[in-house]
């Protein structure tokens, strides 16, 4: 069986950017079919429509980040907008359920911003902009404010500062595109750096916090509503003790089970573990290893895979 994917990296606007690769899964084979130059640092790549039509990109770069869309016509990416956050490097870009609002995660800044897209799905306007105060307990890296995700759910928007130790949450005016904050979702125990969330599918009142600073899994559930939310329990994203070099970097749920990709285990590969009975964190938990890909120059490799609703950052 094969198929195609895109993939995002950090790359110079002269080197390979955003890639077209084919797997071919019965030959273990990964092939680069098109490579698309003049783009800077797309490290977080996404489709938000069913036709697929339209990929798009941060560029993670300071002071000045941005937001790239592209239409793909015959193969070729077509560049049809490219937006200032305001913020420094965005790193994370995520949909409202109707598709008509785009929100970016600006890591350096520890800013949010939101875009109104068009009838084609293309962003032509930022309608808000929301920036963290505040610092952590950790002074190498939380320092400030540090927003590293956002998601959309019920309705409402919810996204991560790796600095403050906070999930946040707005809720989005539909008519405008400007952002309300509500009561925070959720404090974690100081320098934990979350990173990454996901809410259950099966139970949209839990949601899986990965940090990245201690490498753990928070698992939270909801008691009258977000402002009530009590934390169930906490376990290592990692089969062995996680260290200081460790540095988990997004979860992802399918099923009972739960996966938790690794940029640097304590064993120094990366590394997914996966977890099962994930309602119960203290159950069954196994690790798969995987191997880096590779290309020609510096670029380093993130990842995007070609479905609808979906993105990947790089590990």
């Not at 994917?5 to 950017?17: I, K, N, Q, R, V």
């Not at 928007?157 to 309300?180: A, E, Q, S």
């Not at 304590?266 to 590779?294: H, N």
């Not at 479905?307 to 990947?312: D, N």
Request: glycine share 10%.
């Amino acid at each position: 069986m094969k198929r195609e994917f895109y993939l995002g990296t950090y790359a110079s606007p002269e080197e390979d950017g955003i890639l077209r690769v084919e797997a071919d899964f019965g030959k273990e084979q990964f092939t680069v079919k098109k490579a698309f130059k003049g783009i800077e640092n797309p490290s977080w790549i996404a489709f938000d429509n069913a036709e697929e039509n339209v990929l798009y990109c941060v560029n993670e770069r300071t002071p000045d980040g941005g937001i790239s869309a592209f239409r793909i016509e015959d193969g070729e990416l077509v560049k049809a907008a490219e937006l200032p956050t305001g913020g420094s490097d965005p790193c994370h870009i995520s949909f409202n359920k109707s598709g008509k609002f785009l929100s970016a995660a600006n890591y350096t800044s520890g800013s949010l911003s939101v875009f109104i897209l068009d009838e084609n799905g293309i962003p032509v306007q930022r309608t808000d902009f929301q920036q963290h105060e505040g610092k952590g307990v950790n002074p190498a890296r939380q320092e400030g404010p540090h927003v590293h995700f956002s998601q959309y759910h019920k309705g409402e928007l919810y996204c991560v500062d790796l600095g403050l130790d906070t999930i946040f949450r707005y809720t989005l005016d539909k008519k405008n595109g400007k952002l309300t904050e509500k009561q925070p979702f959720i404090h974690l125990p100081e320098g934990n750096g979350p990173r990454h969330f996901v809410f259950s599918p099966d139970h949209p009142d839990r949601i899986y916090i990965l940090t990245e600073l201690t490498s753990s899994v928070f698992f939270y559930e909801e008691e009258d509503g977000p402002s009530a939310s009590r934390p169930m329990e906490s376990i290592s994203s990692h089969r062995t003790a996680a260290t200081t070099a460790s540095r988990s970097s997004v979860c992802g749920k399918t099923g009972s089970w739960s996966f938790f990709p690794s940029s640097k285990p304590a064993a120094g590969r990366p590394a997914i573990s996966l977890f099962s009975g994930i309602s119960r964190m203290g159950a069954e938990r196994k690790a798969i290893s995987s191997r880096p890909i590779r290309t020609a120059g510096s670029s380093r490799l993130c990842g995007g895979t070609k479905k609808k609703r979906h993105s990947k950052r790089c590990i």
